[in-house]
Every structure is written in structure tokens, then in C-alpha cells.
């Protein structure tokens, strides 16, 4: 089983910063097998990213992802206040999916 | 827009058993895997179960595999999680969510129904 390892735990900035989450992979992930997820307080997950850098529906530009074998980013170019949430990563291999631990985003 | 709509939670003691369904009004329901995705209170999202689409082959996570059984009714819509030998570790937010064919991402999810397992 693959292990995601998100870090940091949490990350506190204001709006306007710009935030860089992690995903570190225990072994190499297809780029095309790699998402990202915005869950908020009392919701359901919601598809941010696919394919590593692909914005799913409706994403602003302003989030965006790269990497590949083992190191994956999330980057939230300029925090808005509606950013404050929880957000995964996800991957898929040999008919096995699973989710880093979530990077906490709180806006000052 | 796309909606699935999770039911069939509620309290059961450890051992016991349970339904989850999930439906939707997507006409192409049956082109698409669907999965299970669970939530324990204050915990990250966790894959349980997947379904492919019309061909039917399943996959567990280790923690359920022999417990639990995911299946689909395409003539209803419709997506089961039948969950047996209940443990205390099985409570959770249940979700249930879609894959679009060949892709392995869950792009649309329903608002979750709640399991508690205790005594």
C-alpha cells in the first residue's frame, strides 16, 4: 500500500499569501493517478485537482499542482478567506486508493 | 448538476449489520465506478470499497476485506455497502463517490450518511 504523508500538519496565513501544501508519496505514483480534495468544516470532499495538475470544474486558477514520483505540491496562489479548509491527496495503484492525512489551511 | 444521496446509517451494536445505499438520478450511472469513502469523527478520509462500472469487479481496503460487501443495482442507480461483523472502528461518515471510466479520482461525492457501531 502506498502511504501519503502530507505535511505541514497545519498552515496559518493571511489572505493574499501564497501556500504551498506536501505530499509525499512512500513510493512512486503515476502523475496521472494523483488528486487533490477540499473538504470544509460540515461537508462533503470536493475534487480540486486531477492528474496532478489539472483543475477539476470550477477551480480558480489560482490553485494549482505539479510534481511526480514521490513528491507532489499544492499551491494556493494567493489565499482568499473561502481557502480555510482541510485539503487532501489522494492516490490510486494496483487497485488500491489512498488519502494523505489532510493539511489544515486557516486563514488569519 | 451531479448528485448522489447517501441513506441507511444509523446506530448498531459491535457484530451487527447494515445497509448503506446510495442513488442518483445520473442516467449514465452505469458507466461509472463508484466507491465508498468513510470519515471516523475528527479523522481524515479513508478509501473503503470500489465498484467498476457495468462489469462489476470489486476491491477493499484491508480493514473491511471479508466484512463488507459493495455491489450496484444499474437499472435503479443505485450503490450498496453491505457491512457485516460490525467493529467499533467501522464508525464513521460513509460517502459515497464517483470515478469517471479510466480515471481513478472521485470527482463527485454525496453528503454522507453517518454509522455509529457501539454497545
Known amino acids: 500500500e502506498v502511504v501519503l504523508t502530507q505535511s505541514p500538519g497545519t498552515l496559518s496565513l493571511s489572505p493574499g499569501e501564497r501556500a504551498t501544501l506536501s505530499c509525499r508519496a512512500s513510493?512512486?505514483?503515476?502523475?496521472?493517478?494523483l488528486a487533490w480534495y477540499q473538504q470544509k468544516p460540515g461537508q462533503s470532499p470536493r475534487l480540486l485537482m486531477f492528474?496532478?495538475?489539472n483543475r477539476a470544474t470550477g477551480i480558480p486558477d489560482r490553485f494549482s499542482g505539479s510534481g511526480s514520483g514521490t513528491d507532489f505540491t499544492l499551491t494556493i496562489s494567493r489565499l482568499e478567506p473561502e481557502d480555510s479548509a482541510v485539503y487532501y491527496c489522494?492516490?490510486?495503484?494496483?487497485?488500491?486508493?489512498?488519502f494523505g492525512q489532510g493539511t489544515k489551511v486557516e486563514i488569519k | 448538476e451531479v448528485q448522489f444521496l447517501e441513506s441507511g446509517g444509523g446506530l448498531v451494536q459491535p457484530g451487527g449489520f447494515l445497509r448503506l445505499s446510495c442513488v442518483t438520478s445520473?442516467?449514465?450511472?452505469?458507466?461509472?465506478?463508484m466507491s465508498w469513502v468513510r470519515q471516523a469523527p475528527g479523522k481524515g478520509l479513508e478509501w473503503v470499497s470500489t465498484?467498476?462500472?457495468?462489469?462489476?469487479?470489486?476491491f477493499y481496503s484491508d480493514s473491511v476485506k471479508g466484512r463488507f460487501t459493495i455491489s450496484r443495482d444499474n437499472s435503479k442507480n443505485t450503490l450498496f455497502l453491505q457491512m457485516d461483523s460490525l467493529r467499533t472502528e467501522d464508525t464513521a461518515v460513509y460517502y459515497c463517490?464517483?470515478?469517471?471510466?479510466?480515471?481513478?479520482?472521485?470527482?463527485?461525492w454525496g453528503q454522507g450518511t453517518r454509522l455509529t457501531v457501539s454497545s
Open positions: 445520473e442516467v449514465t450511472f452505469s458507466s461509472f465506478a
Open positions: 489522494q492516490q490510486y495503484d494496483d487497485s488500491s486508493w489512498t
Open positions: 465498484i467498476r462500472s457495468s462489469a462489476g469487479a470489486t
Open positions: 463517490a464517483r470515478s469517471l471510466p479510466f480515471h481513478r479520482h472521485f470527482d463527485y
Open positions: 492528474g496532478t495538475s
Open positions: 513510493q512512486s505514483v503515476r502523475t496521472s493517478y
